[in-house]
Nanobody
Framework: QVQLVESGGGSVQAGGSLRLSCAAS????????MGWFRQAPGKEREGVAA??????YHTGSVKGRFTISQDKAKNTLYLQMASLKPEDTAMYYC??????????????????WGQGTQVTVSS
């Protein structure tokens, strides 16, 4: 059973930066995607960035501001966030998919989830 633990969230002012980390108890042998998702109050959870066997993906609203990366030696996934905006305020979750047909931003394709870390951006 893979366990994912996020850290690095916090409160920052608009324009600031944060780096989120997701420590995995292990990287599943057959992981196809590791992703970051977020959920703002009253909104659905949405995909932010994913790193998959087929490439790296960032959703449009964060392109040029957020960067996903991973260190497999440390079993850790990162999300570097810069130029933060109040609309980036949300609970951020990391997730892992071991399904070969995974769609990078499709929640149902991910079987492992962390508990989330809160990011709050004030104007």
């Amino acid at each position: 059973q893979v366990q994912l633990v996020e850290s690095g969230g916090g409160s920052v002012q608009a324009g600031g930066s944060l780096r989120l980390s997701c420590a995995a108890s292990e990287y599943p042998y057959s992981v196809y995607c590791m992703g970051w998702f977020r959920q703002a109050p009253g909104k659905e959870r949405e995909g932010v960035a994913a790193i998959c066997t087929g490439g790296t993906y960032h959703t449009g609203s964060v392109k040029g501001r957020f960067t996903i990366s991973q260190d497999k030696a440390k079993n850790t996934l990162y999300l570097q966030m810069a130029s933060l905006k109040p609309e980036d305020t949300a609970m951020y979750y990391c997730a892992a998919s071991v399904w070969g047909g995974v769609r990078p931003f499709n929640l149902e394709d991910y079987g492992y989830w962390g508990q989330g870390t809160q990011v709050t951006v004030s104007s």
